[in-house]
């Protein structure tokens, strides 16, 4: 992944219109490019407004495709990490959301001390939650329609 950007967001803006990645997520599609442009560039200080959080967001770049196919997310405080990740649905089912979690979770223990990871998942969202077990994640509580999933932190994520 590469560090997220003003710049990536006319890179990501088509993709993120695709109404199928907002199924599972409690978002809204960006407005335009520039509402995107802006967001990107309050990520892009790396902190949150009052210094507790550190925001940290890559944009996914495929070689292969020679393209941006979606991005990761993780907001970190006092050595734990919430994640998220959205791949464009054009490229769902070829290991770019897997590779790139991992990779991310690789880096954030490497370089910001995490130690522990969380995730929030739709129930309904089967191939996210395979994603995430596969990573180590487990389910430790359920709400309604949605569950929150603690990773243990494996030493070496498989990626295949």
Known sequence: ????????????????QDPALYRFIAEAPPTDVEALRA???RLATRRSPDGRQAWLNWAIWSFAEEAYVGYV?????????????VVF???????????AVAEMMGL????HGVAGFRATVDTRNHRSRALLEALGFECVAIHADAEVIHGRSPTRPSIG
């Open 39 to 41: 967001r990107y560039t």
């Open 108 to 111: 954030l223990r490497e370089a």
């Open 89 to 99: 649905q054009d490229y769902w089912g070829r290991g770019y959301a897997r590779k």
């Open 73 to 85: 997310q993780a907001t970190v405080e006092a050595g734990e990490a919430d994640i998220a990740y």
């Open 1 to 16: 992944p590469r560090a997220a950007a003003a710049e990536h967001a006319d890179q990501l803006f088509a993709g993120l």
